[in-house]
């Protein structure tokens, strides 16, 4: 069991740039694959990056390639998103997840604990 609280989503102005936190507690936090995951209205929820359990390995999405960065922190059971070049499609809730098959996945139910999500919303 692992619960997950997302944080520091807000509204930011296109172009720039924001960071997202996921705090999680209740499990062994190193042994899991992390995630992000976004959803905007009358969209699917779509994969933004993966961590595996050392931080070494990392996948984006090509929509947020370049732009993006996830980082986690064992010791703190952190993981962060760095997300840069903020554009209208990054509008969206953003969800952490967690995956302890760490498979790094792209599909949603890849994830076996998700937090409650943080609205992140891009201005021009």
């Known amino acids: 069991q692992v619960q997950l609280v997302e944080s520091g989503g807000g509204l930011v102005q296109a172009g720039g740039s924001l960071t997202l936190s996921c705090a999680a507690s209740g499990s062994t936090f190193s042994n899991y694959v992390m995630g992000w995951f976004r959803q905007a209205p009358g969209k699917e929820r779509e994969f933004v990056a993966a961590i595996n359990w050392s931080g070494l390995t990392t996948y984006y999405a090509y929509s947020v390639e370049g732009r993006f960065s996830i980082t986690r922190d064992n010791a703190k059971n952190t993981v962060h998103l760095q997300m840069n070049s903020l554009n209208s499609e990054d509008t969206a809730v953003y969800y952490c997840?967690?995956?302890?098959?760490?498979?790094?996945?792209?599909?949603?139910?890849?994830?076996?604990?998700w937090g409650q999500g943080t609205q992140v919303t891009v201005s021009s």
């Open positions: 997840a967690a995956d302890a098959a760490q498979s790094m996945g792209v599909r949603a139910d890849d994830y076996d604990y």
